[in-house]
């Protein structure tokens, strides 16, 4: 098994039979899993007997075969979907959290988050509002990094150490400030296992994609073959550099969607 560093797995919603999605465009839901495959990639990292830490946790870097799993946006089903299986298998995760979404539809709210928590889990921050960091003027990006982790501790009672960041996106200017807010670590979206020479400032995370096939979320828990999405992902931030962020979604949008039938 090849798993030289540990593989930092980002989740989003789970999809639950009979339950509409948080949002609906393709974008959106390309990163979201059912609850089947979720509890699937669970037990095949059981059986081959992975060790599942939280991004408090993992940054240690035991010598044995690990993963962190992680989740973003701070939807209901970290709660009702997620939550229960992790805690069956006896894995430990960090949820991040957009804390302006908290109570809204679909979303957790602040007696699920205490919740969450109170289950064992770790909680860190993904914004106030998910906007791309780098877009934003100076008080709106204070709002965004040290606002939202001043609401979660309000609502939790201690100090909320990590984040993540919307959409990947982040500049020198984000982690500086994430810094200067007190977080201890940010995770990023790039496409690398993470290992004692990476900057916990610049953690990687491998997002775990809707249709991924068996084969493929094992080649990634074992770290193999990582390289190739690390190629996409570094064409793909060349397009959002060369485009701007608003443009390339729109043009990611269109592409998605596919010819019109
Ligand atoms: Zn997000």
């Given at each position: 098994?090849?798993?030289?560093?540990?593989?930092f797995?980002m989740?989003?919603?789970?999809?639950?039979?009979?339950?509409?999605?948080?949002?609906?465009?393709?974008?959106?839901?390309?990163?979201?899993?059912?609850?089947?495959?979720?509890?699937?990639?669970?037990?095949?990292?059981?059986?081959?007997?992975?060790?599942?830490?939280?991004?408090?946790?993992?940054?240690?870097?035991?010598?044995?075969?690990?993963?962190?799993?992680?989740?973003?946006?701070?939807?209901?089903?970290?709660?009702?979907?997620?939550?229960?299986?992790?805690?069956?298998?006896?894995?430990?995760?960090?949820?991040?959290?957009?804390?302006?979404?908290?109570?809204?539809?679909?979303?957790?709210?602040?007696?699920?988050?205490?919740?969450?928590?109170?289950?064992?889990?770790?909680?860190?921050?993904?914004?106030?509002?998910?906007?791309?960091?780098?877009?934003?003027?100076?008080?709106?990006?204070?709002?965004?990094?040290?606002?939202?982790?001043?609401?979660?501790?309000?609502?939790?009672?201690?100090?909320?150490?990590?984040?993540?960041c919307?959409?990947g996106r982040y500049?020198?200017?984000?982690?500086?400030?994430?810094?200067?807010?007190?977080?201890?670590?940010v995770a990023n979206s790039r496409y690398h296992a993470n290992?004692?020479?990476t900057s916990?400032?610049e953690l990687g995370r491998v997002a775990?994609?809707?249709?991924?096939?068996?084969?493929?979320?094992?080649?990634?828990?074992?770290?193999?073959?990582l390289?190739?999405k690390q190629f996409g992902g570094r064409?793909r931030r060349?397009?959002?550099?060369?485009?701007?962020?608003?443009?390339?979604?729109?043009?990611?949008?269109?592409?998605?969607?596919?010819?019109?039938?």
């Amino acid at each position: 098994m090849a798993t030289k560093g540990c593989v930092f797995l980002m989740y989003h919603e789970i999809e639950l039979p009979g339950r509409p999605l948080c949002q609906s465009e393709p974008g959106y839901v390309r990163y979201i899993i059912t609850d089947q495959t979720f509890r699937d990639q669970m037990q095949w990292i059981k059986q081959s007997g992975f060790r599942v830490l939280n991004v408090s946790e993992a940054p240690n870097y035991p010598p044995e075969p690990t993963i962190c799993i992680t989740f973003d946006d701070g939807c209901e089903s970290d709660l009702i979907a997620a939550a229960p299986v992790l805690r069956a298998a006896g894995f430990h995760a960090t949820f991040y959290i957009t804390s302006g979404f908290l109570g809204t539809p679909g979303y957790l709210h602040r007696e699920q988050l205490r919740e969450l928590e109170g289950q064992g889990f770790e909680i860190g921050c993904h914004s106030m509002t998910h906007p791309y960091l780098p877009d934003l003027p100076e008080p709106e990006l204070k709002r965004e990094i040290v606002d939202a982790k001043l609401e979660l501790e309000r609502i939790l009672g201690h100090a909320i150490e990590h984040f993540s960041c919307p959409g990947g996106r982040y500049d020198g200017r984000t982690l500086e400030m994430a810094r200067g807010a007190g977080f201890r670590s940010v995770a990023n979206s790039r496409y690398h296992a993470n290992s004692a020479a990476t900057s916990r400032y610049e953690l990687g995370r491998v997002a775990v994609l809707r249709g991924m096939l068996r084969e493929e979320f094992a080649a990634t828990c074992q770290n193999r073959g990582l390289w190739k999405k690390q190629f996409g992902g570094r064409t793909r931030r060349v397009a959002q550099w060369l485009l701007g962020n608003r443009i390339y979604d729109q043009l990611r949008a269109v592409l998605l969607r596919g010819p019109k039938q």
